[in-house]
């Protein structure tokens, strides 16, 4: 079965030239057409509160989000699974905390909120957290050489918690966008997966990140809705590479990662 691991809703409405989706029902139909199986989706604050994303989300927001996903999954039940989503203002106690939101039956993971960046302390409970309920987590991460933007997590911080949490499962989101720096930083670090979701659909990336690291390491993630599931599977299936290894990227490779009897 294929798997998306990196999806969003709603919309982004700041993304120039996203693809203009109304709503999930076009997506499910995608998916239905392509044969991805499952999508597994994160509503962050900022897509549709009218923020910018280096702005952590209040806790009146991140329930708000919650709220959003469980309608989203109770309206596709068969599609959609998802991400307890933690932000800096719900890591503690209280029922609208992450600790309650990964007890749901469709959680697969732990998405953390774009700011602070992933080495802020405020984490740390997070961590503890996944460690305990065998989750991934994933973090949105982002090496842009010649424009980096402050607070925004970059491979080295990730790597740098990745090195203290060995127990915890990461999923590096995009590649790292720069994925020929990030591949190099991640290397060593066997508890980092690494997302191709989105990105544009440039030749050679997934290629080259499978023949550095192996496709074990490599999961198929979107970024809708921000990018379509289209282009963004193309970029696995049409990849030099064996079937085998896409097989692995398109489903394998993330399921080995979730709780056992997820789907
Ligand atoms: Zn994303």
Redesign the pocket.
Known sequence: MIVDA???FPRHMATPGAVRYGSFEPIIADAERLGVGRLAV?V?PFLFNGKRWTEPATAGELRQAWGIFLELHARYPAHVLGYAVAGAATVGAGPSCVGRMVEHEAVVGI?LDLAPRVDDPVWEPVFALAAENELPV?V?CSKRLLDPVAGETEPEHLAEVARRHPHVKFIM??LGLDWLWARRVVADLTNIHLDT??MLAMAGSVEDVVGFLGADRVIF?S?LM?RSLGDQLGRVTGARIGDDDKGKILGRNFLSLVPGGVL
Request: charged letters at 15%.
């Open positions: 990196h999806a969003h994160s962050l998405k994933l949105h989101a995009h979701s989105g993630g970024d921000g």
